[in-house]
T-cell receptor, first 117, second 114 residues
């Protein structure tokens, strides 16, 4: 149980295009999902907290107009990188917290590697 | 504000040797502490967690960690390393109460030699 998927796992795009990354909780409902970014050889940094049915809360320094987050259902959150540039190339990882039961643990997706050319 | 410090960015051990990965935390509230493992090009897998109760917690793959409030530490250990343990290990603390975003340490790369 408690499986989180991400799609796509890999994406290569041209500079200036937009990329959408999906995060799904497959066997549980998640009222809260988190989006992290990990640069090579570095730790995970929280980008934003996504709550179902409401606006995401962004961390300081993260551009909300560039990283659009939508959490339209209890099992799906999306991150759209708008007008991507090479410096946005990174490993994006989502996590989800269950709506009921064990709410102490976050379950992580496998990550999406974005390369912007 | 919560923070995590992992001492040693790289730890090398021989197969069968003791594994010790160090983690110290800073928290203004009773901490919820986690250890995650990350294999190359993969997401994070939870090894173990401390919330309340017993301070020695056992996790998967033979790992365990002990919460020491007086030392603000949550070190990860395994009595005997396997080659398959080679990976990146992250210590994390909940930002606020349980279920909130995690603050991660910088990670420790564990290498295991035969």
């Amino acid at each position: 149980g408690a499986v989180v998927s991400q799609h796509p796992s890999w994406v290569i795009c041209k500079s200036g295009t937009s990329v959408k990354i999906e995060c799904r909780s497959l066997d549980f409902q998640a009222t809260t999902m988190f989006w992290y970014r990990q640069f090579p050889k570095q730790s995970l940094m929280l980008m934003a907290t996504s709550n179902e049915g409401s606006k995401a809360t962004y961390e300081q320094g993260v551009e909300k107009d560039k990283f659009l987050i939508n959490h339209a259902s209890l099992t799906l959150s999306t991150l759209t990188v708008t007008s991507a540039h090479p410096e946005d190339s990174s490993f994006y990882i989502c996590s989800a917290k269950a709506a009921t039961g064990n709410q102490e643990t976050q379950y992580f997706g496998p990550g999406t590697r974005l390369l912007v050319l | 504000a919560q923070s995590v410090t992992q001492l040693g960015s790289h730890v090398s051990v021989s197969e069968g040797a003791l594994v010790l990965l160090r983690c110290n935390y800073s928290s203004s509230v009773p901490p919820y502490l986690f250890w995650y493992v990350q294999y190359p090009n993969q997401g994070l897998q939870l090894l173990l967690k401390y919330t309340t109760g017993a301070t020695l917690v056992k996790g998967i793959n033979g790992f365990e960690a002990e919460f020491k409030k007086s030392e603000t530490s949550f070190h990860l250990t395994k009595p005997s390393a396997h080659m398959s343990d080679a990976a990146e290990y992250f210590c994390a603390v909940s930002r606020y109460q349980a279920g909130t975003a995690l603050i991660f340490g910088k990670g420790t790369t564990l290498s295991v030699s035969s």
